[in-house]
């Protein structure tokens, strides 16, 4: 039901966790997938995981906060892949302090990479989906973007402002066929949340209903069908993947 027979993908921050179980997910439903991230070795590994299960990986070593980088790797991709039929943005990093400590750096390092990479990446696409009036994109955003979190002023305003991004670029792009569409995860286990400490982590797996951390193939799952031809009247939404953790 959700095949992707026949598509390209491009998956942002595709070297490890979410990002590589995504572009794995699409690739075992038949998509053909070009891989970004910063390290060329974590990406090659990935490239060989989506080649055994059968369908092409194109590696680029790409930092989402260039925007000469952002087009070129949307051309390569077209250039070498043939098409382009999904973008998701799911580069990101984290910068947590509290608002007294907060340097600029932390504020704009964060707000480069996860809002303004999306937005270079987004343009670019968005140039090939229109004309070929369809596409799908997808925004990793999170949680925190809707209900906060103390100490991630920076990551919580970009996680907010993508989700802004996606329903304005759902209405916009809409009338070509193109579909915006954001997934909010909750606590995942990834690198990016292993550095939580013990205490702090069994806090978080109180408040969740479902009573566990989410795997990275629990985001991949719903990013399957938002990418998928089931998805086709789905657009401007945003999906929570968080075990309930926000009602
Ligand atoms: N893990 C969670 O609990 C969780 C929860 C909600 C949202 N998210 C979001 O999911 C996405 C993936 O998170 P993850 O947990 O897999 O993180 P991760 O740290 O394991 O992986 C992040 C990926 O992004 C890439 N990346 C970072 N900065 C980049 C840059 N400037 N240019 C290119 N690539 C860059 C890294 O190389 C890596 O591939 C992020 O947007 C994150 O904010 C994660």
Redesign the pocket.
Known sequence: MFSLEGKVAIV????????RAIALAFASQGADVAL????ESALDQVAAEVRELGREALVQV????DAASAEAAIASTVETLGRLDILVN?????RDTLLMRMKDDDWEDVLA??LT?PFYFTRAAARIMLKQRGGRVLN?????GLMGNVGQANYAAS?AGIIGVTKSLARELGPRGVTVNAI?????T????SGLKDEHQSRLRDAIPLGAFGE?EDVAAAACFLASDAARYVTGQVIQVDGGMRL
């Open positions: 942002t921050g595709a070297s490890r966790g979410i990002g970004c991230a910063r390290t790409v930092d989402v906060r799911n580069a990101g990093i984290t990479t996860n990479g990793i955003s999170s949680v925190v996680k909010a995860p909750g606590f995942i990834t690198d990016m949340t990275p």
